[in-house]
């Protein structure tokens, strides 16, 4: 009977014992669960919405991805509608917190809008290029009078240490001017003008300036000899100069209407062996045809040599701003590209500066040599010259390099500041505010080259500046300094019979502190010019200023750093930054069972290399391959923060320290009282390992 009442029953009592809560578990506990993160999820998108994040549209897309487009597209709009109203309001406020009590940061954001020309009562004070002079005013006979030049800002003037003097006649005309360094004369000009005209030409012609000179001739000095002509608008048009005992003639061509001092496009060289014609710009959006509407950039992007009947076309592609990929054909055929055009043996790739004479002549755009009191009154005594966007950002950044008492984040709200203003990106920041980041990209990718050429910054201050908006962060659509990798293209590039690619690991030096160690890697990274160094350094935190240069001959920097956050990075990943948003999904839950199973043993392993007494080849064999270990589990997808704070680690961590029975080990028995460990001590130590073990995280699998 009994064993017939439970063959009746068996399907009964084999039945979970728990029913009741795998059902609460089921219909009640998990929906519930499903809408508090849900409105979790929703409140932290309208709280960063309303704060106008510089990352939102970013981690809004990451969000909504796996999400039904007919729920996303709304939400998409509604909230970066609200985002593109909290950003225009945070540009009129904001302004004035950063500015208040701060007149040398709100001095700054209105200099870098261009050269900026003040007359006082005796002196002028001169802001351009990321430098500053005071110029002293001299009266001499018959209404002529000089200008005595000085770096810096000053109210007296010194009796010595000038960079410059300039002499004018009672017309306000520029007659000579003499340069000195180091207190001798190392170059002597003079200048000759057109003969004044009763009545013009042209009764309807623009009338030519007086003051602008003709020519201007080298009398004494380095550059004797040399002699140039400026045209109408102020501009070098032609001239010659001596190049390593060679005649080199040359003639400038500028944009058409050309506003700024750094608007030359091409120019052709005369030597007495050969010939060659450069261009320093890059077409633009519209009307590529019209040469005279191609926007400069900083670096020369064709240039041609004709020596004989040998014709060399070369044209500059640059991927990565510091290492252009130079493509030479001979008379139409591909060749390598000759040392004399690789390293510009003839100076003539280069882009020449201060092509304007502007900047030999501050009082030009004056009608007085001095300024009344109604004229500084009425702000008559004020002249700015307007600069590209790429030379404002880089006098900006060149500014912050120089102080110490300038942060970068507040540098960075005002780099994004003049970036958004730069017409040829506004296409780009409507769709990316928008949230249609693929169209933003492709935009970005189509007009990469004129984008570089209005607003990246020159290549003596972008290595240097961290937090600086580049073309990679505009591409991962990330705040200044966000991206990793230095090149345009995500993609990493392969080897190649002239360069091979080479990742590094740097612990603590290189590039933002001093010292030996890191001055040998910087002759390293600097040297090697065949290496494109993929560089992964530790930092004590992410707040670090560099002391050396970043970006040549590296492809990509990775900085990890081992406090400030807790690891509560909202960024992951080696060559690209990925946000939590972007990895929420791939993360495993590490279970305690798992962590047991997995972790432990690579944990026992390395603790016991710690304590060992005497290093065998076994030991040394044993902690190698704890450390791959290491590195394979947290591959997998786990969470390298939760996992080695978990109190299973925790406890079995203390335990492997204090056990007596550990072989090769001195038992804690033996150690004197001073070397006994608090619990707080363990934590610490703990505390220690987790974060000088992250490197080994990183996966190197995809490099």
């Known amino acids: 009977m009994t064993v017939d009442f439970q063959a009746a029953y068996r399907p009964v009592l084999n039945q979970p014992a728990t029913p009741v809560i795998s059902i609460f578990t089921k219909y009640i506990r998990l929906p519930l669960a499903y809408i508090y993160h849900t409105l979790g999820t ?60 701060r007149k040398d940061i709100a001095g700054l954001a209105d200099t870098v809008k261009g050269s900026l020309i003040v007359q006082k009562k005796n002196r002028l004070t001169i802001q351009s290029y990321g430098e500053t002079q005071t110029a002293f005013i001299h009266p001499l006979e018959n209404g002529v009078f000089k200008l005595v030049f000085y770096q810096g800002i000053l109210k007296q003037e010194p009796t010595s240490g000038h960079t410059r003097i300039t002499h004018y006649d009672k017309d306000m005309r520029v007659i000579s001017r003499q340069e000195y360094k180091n207190g001798k004369s190392v170059n002597e000009y003079k200048y000759d003008y057109a003969p004044q005209r009763s009545t013009r030409a042209n009764p309807l012609s623009k009338p030519q300036n007086s003051r602008i000179p003709t020519t201007r001739t080298c009398i004494a000095g380095d550059d004797e000899g040399a002699k140039v002509h400026y045209n109408r608008k102020d501009h070098l048009e032609y001239g010659s100069y001596i190049n390593q005992g060679n005649l080199v003639r040359f003639k400038y061509r500028y944009r058409k209407n050309a506003k700024y001092d750094d608007e030359l496009l091409r120019a052709e060289f005369v030597l007495p062996h050969m010939s060659a014609n450069v261009k320093w710009c890059a077409p633009p959006v519209r009307h590529a045809e019209k040469m005279d509407r191609w926007i400069p950039t900083p670096r020369v992007h064709e240039a041609t040599f004709v020596q004989g009947a040998d014709v060399y076309e070369c044209t500059w592609l640059y991927d990565h701003k510091f290492h252009p990929i130079i493509s030479t054909k001979l008379s139409g055929e591909v060749v390598e590209t000759p040392d004399m055009i690789t390293h510009d043996w003839l100076n003539v790739t280069k882009k020449p500066s201060h092509c304007s004479f502007t900047d030999e002549d501050p009082l030009l755009s004056f009608k007085a040599r001095t300024s009344g009191f109604i004229g500084r009154l009425l702000r008559n005594n004020i002249k700015q010259q307007e600069i590209s966007t790429s030379r404002a950002r880089s006098q900006l950044w060149k500014v912050w390099k120089k102080r110490n008492d300038i942060d970068g984040v507040v540098v960075r709200w005002v780099d994004e500041e003049l970036i958004r203003r730069e017409p040829l990106l506004r296409p780009y920041w409507r769709r990316r505010d928008r949230g249609c980041l693929l169209k933003a990209e492709d935009y970005l990718a189509l007009h990469a080259d004129a984008i570089m050429a209005n607003s990246d910054l020159t290549s003596d201050i972008s290595a240097w500046t961290p937090l600086a908006i ?85 492809e990509s920097l990775k900085v990890m750093p081992l406090w400030g956050l807790d690891f509560m990075h909202p960024t992951h990943g080696m060559f690209t930054n990925k946000l939590d948003s972007e990895v929420d999904h791939l993360v495993k839950e590490a279970t305690m069972n798992d962590i047991k199973i997995n972790f432990i043993p690579t944990l026992t392993a390395l603790v016991r290399g710690a304590r060992a007494i005497t290093m065998t080849s076994a030991d040394i064999k044993q902690a190698t391959r704890a450390l791959v270990s290491l590195n394979t589990y947290f591959q997998d997808s786990r969470h390298w923060k939760e996992v080695w704070t978990s109190d299973v680690v925790k406890d079995t961590w203390r335990m492997l320290w204090l056990a007596d029975d550990m072989p090769n080990a001195q038992p804690p028995s033996e150690w004197f009282r001073t070397e006994l460990p608090t619990q707080s001590h363990f934590d610490t130590a703990l505390d220690l390992w987790f974060r000088c073990k992250y490197p080994a995280k990183l996966d190197i699998s995809a490099f």
């Open 470 to 554: 580049r073309m990679s962060d505009l591409f991962s659509f990330g705040q200044g300094g966000d991206a990793v990798i230095f090149t345009r293209t995500k993609t990493l590039q392969r080897d190649t019979d002239r360069n091979l690619h080479v990742i590094a690991v740097d612990s603590g030096t290189w590039p933002n502190e001093g010292g030996g160690v890191s001055a040998c890697r910087r002759d390293l990274i600097n040297n090697l010019r065949t290496i494109k160094w993929h560089m992964v350094v530790e930092s004590a935190n992410d707040f670090g200023l560099p002391k050396h240069q970043t970006e040549e001959n590296a």
């Open 42 to 101: 929703c409140a932290k998108f309208f709280i960063l919405a309303s704060m106008a994040d510089s990352e939102y549209q970013r981690e809004l897309n990451a969000a909504l991805i796996r999400k039904p487009r007919i729920l996303a597209a709304p939400a998409t709009f509604l909230l970066t509608g609200l985002w593109i109203f909290s950003r225009a309001a945070m540009s009129i406020v904001l302004p004035i917190f950063l500015y208040h009590g």
